[in-house]
């Protein structure tokens, strides 16, 4: 799912972006790189996002938003692996 489609308070998991080099890199920087876990918090006049991510707030257009693939994180725990 795009980031730009996910509802209001959906918890998420960036899997990759399909922008270009130097902006994945600034995002990256920013904290929102793959494997972090974000969270919608906003949505701005012109269809952008507003996101919680490692505990700070990121406002993405919504070019950018669209260009971030994510997924949602599992609410279901998951039992630990067992040494035989």
């Known amino acids: 799912m795009r980031l ?8 998420l998991r960036v899997e990759r972006s399909s ?3 130097q ?3 600034r995002l990256c920087e920013l904290g929102l790189r793959p ?3 974000v969270c919608v918090m906003q949505r701005t006049v012109f269809g952008g ?3 919680v991510c490692g505990g700070h707030r990121l406002a993405l257009d919504k070019a950018t938003a669209a260009g ?3 997924r ?3 609410t279901v725990l998951e039992p630990a692996a067992t040494a035989a």
Not at 5 to 11: Q, R, S
């Open 68 to 70: 971030v693939l994510t």
């Open 49 to 51: 996002t507003v996101v």
């Open 19 to 21: 922008l270009d080099k």
């Open 4 to 11: 730009s489609e996910a509802p209001l308070g959906a918890k």
């Open 23 to 25: 902006l994945a890199l």
């Open 35 to 37: 494997g972090c876990e």
């Open 72 to 74: 949602p994180v599992s």
